[in-house]
Structures are given as structure tokens and as C-alpha cells.
Nanobody, 123 residues
């Protein structure tokens, strides 16, 4: 099992910045990718950003140029730097780590999720 603990959420004015952290513990091996997702009230959870084991990053179009995902392998922590925040960024942000085990018949992914941290952007 992988345990994830997020921190760094809060209330910020539009145009402001926040940095989210996600610290992992437990059986941290074969981690293929890490990511941040968010869920606003009444909406489905959506992918915000991912970073692969090789360091490649991807972002949702809505956050490109404003958010940056990064990781510190020594601290087993992934970060999400958020700037130029908008009211529509308001959501609960969840950290996700994916373990990949490759079997003879193919790869099998297991996702682990944090408890979520609230980000509220006021206008």
C-alpha cells in the first residue's frame, strides 16, 4: 500500500499562488506516474497534471502556463505550483500515484489517492 498525504490548500484571491504538496509513504516501488486531479462541486473529477517516472509532464489545457508539477524523489513528494489562480480553479485537489507491475500478460496499474485538499479562489 501507498499512503498519500496532501497539504498546502487554502483560500487565496484571484491572481494569487499556492503550492500543494503530496507526501508518500509505505511500499513506494514501481511507481509509474504521479498526478494531481481536482473535483469542483457538482462536477466530475478531472486530471490537472501528471509527471512520469522519467520526468515527463502533462497538463490540462485549462492550467497550462499557470501550474507546474514537480517531484522530489528524496522526499517522496510531488508538488503542484499554482499561480495566476482563477475562481474556476476552486476545487478539492487530489494527489494520485500509480504503481505499474508488468506481468507476462501485460502491465497492471494500481492507483493510490490522497484524501484531498481544498483550494478556494475568491474573485
Amino acid at each position: 500500500q501507498v499512503q498519500l498525504v496532501e497539504s498546502g490548500g487554502g483560500l487565496v484571491q484571484a491572481g494569487g499562488s499556492l503550492r500543494l504538496s503530496c507526501a508518500a509513504s509505505g511500499n513506494i516501488f514501481n511507481i509509474n506516474s504521479m498526478g494531481w486531479h481536482r473535483q469542483a462541486p457538482g462536477k466530475q473529477r478531472e486530471l490537472v497534471a501528471t509527471i512520469s517516472s522519467g520526468g515527463s509532464t502533462n497538463y490540462a489545457d485549462s492550467v497550462k502556463g499557470r501550474f507546474t508539477i514537480s517531484r522530489d524523489n528524496d522526499k517522496n513528494t510531488v508538488y503542484l505550483e499554482m499561480s495566476s489562480l482563477k475562481p474556476e480553479d476552486t476545487a478539492v485537489y487530489y494527489c494520485r500515484w500509480t504503481r505499474r507491475v508488468v506481468f507476462v500478460w501485460g502491465p497492471q496499474d494500481s492507483d493510490y489517492w490522497g484524501q484531498g485538499t481544498q483550494v478556494t479562489v475568491s474573485s
